[in-house]
């Protein structure tokens, strides 16, 4: 909920800024409006690529353990009655994700990859901020 209110703040704040002083937007449909709008997004890919780098990780993560569950229930098939029933009788933990949350995802991938992991992907980001500002303040000032 914190990184929306500041990617709002920094994209309000930056569009009104490049607006007034340096393109001159006029109200309505105008280029100049998307361009500032668009001056922004670097400063906005800052807070966001993190964000959505987690997410991602933390979804493959998912897909990853879900897989293993799958395979660890098909090989569960093929053992005896009498393992099948002991595994009811003492059931085992089901494996789970690497991650159990967001905090815990940033600090695992920093300490193996570096810190600058989690700024993959920040020039894709970039450009698609960049995009949806640009078009969002193209429209802002009708």
Request: proline share 4%.
């Amino acid at each position: 909920l914190a990184s929306p209110s500041i990617v709002y703040t920094f994209s309000f704040t930056s569009y009104s800024y490049f607006r007034q002083n340096h393109f001159r937007g006029t109200d309505g449909w105008d280029y100049r409006n998307a361009l500032s709008g668009m001056m922004g997004a670097p400063l906005f890919g800052i807070v966001t690529t993190p964000e959505n780098f987690l997410k991602t990780q933390m979804q493959l993560d998912n897909v990853q353990s879900k897989r293993e569950e799958l395979m660890e229930s098909k090989s569960q098939q093929s053992i005896s009655q009498t393992n099948q029933t002991l595994q009811k009788e003492y059931p085992t933990k089901q494996p789970s994700g690497r991650f159990t949350n967001s905090f815990h995802c940033a600090k695992t991938l920093a300490s193996t990859h570096g810190a600058t992991v989690l700024y993959t992907g920040h020039a894709i980001n970039t450009i698609r901020e960049a995009a949806f500002v640009g078009t969002h303040f193209f429209c802002y000032e009708r």
